[in-house]
T-cell receptor
Framework: KAGVTQTPRYLIKTRGQQVTLSCSPI?????VSWYQQTPGQGLQFLFEYFSETQRNKGNFPGRFSGRQFSNSRSEMNVSTLELGDSALYLCASSLVPTSGRRTGELFFGEGSRLTVL | DAKTTQPTSMDCAEGRAANLPCNHS???????VYWYRQIHSQGPQYIIHGLKNNETNEMASLIITEDRKSSTLILPHATLRDTAVYYCIVRPSNNAGNMLTFGGGTRLMVKP
C-alpha cells in the first residue's frame, strides 16, 4: 500500500511569508504527527493529531499550527516565516496513537524541505 | 523522559555484524526502547522495539540488559544500504502518544 505522502517536497519562501504543508497518511492510519529536522536541533516533535483533535504539542511558538481533516489528512502551517524555520518537515502516521501498553511504529514520509530566504 | 546516550559514529565492514549500543540508565519500568534509522534524504524508518525481553525481526535484533539500563541493536550482516543514522529512543511513560524524543543518534558507516 502507498506510504505517507507529503507535498510539496521542496519549497522556497521569504521571511515574513507563510507556508502550508500537506500530509496524507497511510490508508487506515488515523494518527498523524509532525516533526521538524534541522542540522542544529535534530528531529523535534511539533504536534500530533488523532480524530481531528490535537493530542500533543511540542515546544514551538504559536506561528506553528496544524489541523487534521475527517479523512485523516493533515496540514501544518507556519506563519511569519523566519530564517530559522528552514528545515525538513516530516510527517508520520500510525494506526492509532501509541499509549500505555499499546505500542506501535510510526511510518514517516520523505518530508517537505523548506528554505526561507 | 529517560534520555539516551549513543556513540556519535561507528564503522562496520560489509557482511559483518553491526552492534550499536545505547545507554538509557534512567529508563522507567514501563518505558519501551525503540530503534529507528534515517537513511540520507529520507524519513526515519522503524526498526524494532522492546520492553525487557530480547526481540528479533527480519531487520535486526534488540538485546536489552537485565537491568534495562542499556541495549544493543544488532544488524547481523550489514550491507552498504545499512549506512544511516540510527536513533535509540525511549518512549515516554505518560500518555504522550507518538511524541518521540530523538537524540543525536549514531552515524553508522558500512564500508566495503
Amino acid at each position: 500500500k502507498a506510504g505517507v505522502t507529503q507535498t510539496p517536497r521542496y519549497l522556497i519562501k521569504t521571511r515574513g511569508q507563510q507556508v502550508t504543508l500537506s500530509c496524507s497518511p497511510i490508508s487506515g492510519h488515523r494518527s498523524v504527527s509532525w516533526y521538524q529536522q534541522t542540522p542544529g536541533q535534530g528531529l523535534q516533535f511539533l504536534f500530533e493529531y488523532f480524530s481531528e483533535t490535537q493530542r500533543n504539542k511540542g515546544n514551538f511558538p504559536g506561528r506553528f499550527s496544524g489541523r487534521q481533516f475527517s479523512n485523516s489528512r493533515s496540514e501544518m502551517n507556519v506563519s511569519t516565516l523566519e530564517l530559522g524555520d528552514s528545515a525538513l518537515y516530516l510527517c508520520a502516521s500510525s494506526l492509532v496513537p501509541t499509549s500505555g501498553r499499546r505500542t506501535g511504529e510510526l511510518f514517516f514520509g520523505e518530508g517537505s524541505r523548506l528554505t526561507v530566504l | 523522559d529517560a534520555k539516551t546516550t549513543q556513540p556519535t559514529s561507528m564503522d562496520c565492514a560489509e557482511g559483518r555484524a553491526a552492534n550499536l549500543p545505547c545507554n538509557h540508565s534512567t529508563i522507567s519500568g514501563n518505558e519501551y526502547v525503540y530503534w529507528y534509522r534515517q537513511i540520507h534524504s529520507q524519513g526515519p524508518q522503524y526498526i524494532i522495539h522492546g520492553l525487557k525481553n530480547n526481540e528479533t525481526n527480519e531487520m535486526a535484533s534488540l538485546i536489552i540488559t537485565e537491568d534495562r539500563k542499556s541495549s544493543t541493536l544488532i544488524l547481523p550482516h550489514a550491507t552498504l544500504r545499512d549506512t544511516a543514522v540510527y536513533y535509540c529512543i525511549v518512549r515516554p511513560s505518560n500518555n504522550a502518544g507518538n511524541m518521540l524524543t530523538f537524540g543525536g543518534g549514531t552515524r553508522l558507516m558500512v564500508k566495503p
